[in-house]
């Protein structure tokens, strides 16, 4: 079960990195409730960050509200993780296959969560904004659908106990393996909008802060630049699915490196905007970006192992139904 040991490992490694994601949506609650973001004012110390839009409002209700969700997204995040973590250590197939449907339902609450920020704040917006924020809506937006598809697919995966098993077990393997397909096509899609993003946070900012600076430019291209390495990645999941079960494994490795080192190029790109803003909780979500990237790795290292030394049915939402 050496491969279930590495998943569970960098499952609790996301765990930890929904933790740093937490505590950066609490000092962002906090500030909200401490008037750091004032009415009618934009905060020139945060003007925008992974998902930007409550600091626009000049409405306190908004303000409280939309930092809330946030709050309460990563929470889910965390569920997430978590669930992943327990699933991969049960050792019957029915249990595991349940927490790893938790699991993938908790990401797309976690989705869920955070579209209406971006999603309300088209409105409130002037147009230089509009855009970003229209992306990052359908980021989030693409992160339930994802979280949705991979949930169906744990279900799908049961096999059937009656007479006709074997036929059940084969449609039950097209429709599982399609179904994470899809799911990783909308994390790509996830990946790629948050890319678009931030590239198109470089036309407003210059009327938040002026003149943008070189280290602010190159910390906001450098996360567009791994949002869009981790879109690749993704994509390229979503081929290892589509294509032929023989070949999986390592198209998968090479998915779970992608989206590794868009993260860590991501979250280098946090690090130059924290240091610009002075700010505790960018500087949190780039530690969480770092983490993710670790528990990426973890992945990675667990589908070094072929298919032929598999000892047990290892990952239950990823390999189709024996």
Known sequence: MARNRLLAFAARVGVVAAAALLAGRAVDLSNVLSS?????????SRPYSFLPGYEYFSDAPYLESYAALNLVGAIFMAVGFGAAARAFLQASEAPKRRLLGLSAGSFAL????????????????????????????????????????????????????RAAREITTIVLSAVHARLLAWGSVGLALYFALR?????????????????????????????????????????????AFFGRAARRDGMLRVAAIG???GLLIAGAGLILEALYFHDTAIGLDAASSLVL??????????????????????????????
Request: include cysteine; aromatic fraction near 6%.
């Open 293 to 322: 990237a670790v528990a990426a790795g973890c992945v990675a290292a667990a589908f070094l192992r072929s298919s032929e030394q598999r000892d047990g049915p290892d990952l239950a939402v990823l390999a189709d139904p024996a």
């Open 110 to 161: 976690y989705g869920a969560m955070i579209l209406p920020i971006p999603l309300m704040s088209t409105v409130d917006v002037g147009e230089s904004l509009r855009a970003s924020f229209a992306f990052a809506a359908g980021s989030a937006f693409a992160i339930v659908v994802a979280g949705t598809l991979i949930r169906a697919a744990a279900a799908s995966g049961v096999p059937s106990r």
């Open 259 to 261: 989206i590794g080192l």
């Open 36 to 44: 750091a973001y004032p009415a009618h004012s934009i905060s020139y």
């Open 195 to 239: 890319a678009a993003s931030d590239a198109l946070d470089l036309g407003w900012l210059p009327d938040v802060v002026g003149r943008l600076p070189g280290s602010l430019t190159a910390g906001v291209v450098t996360a567009a630049a791994g949002e869009a390495v981790a879109a690749l990645g993704a994509a390229t999941a979503a081929w």
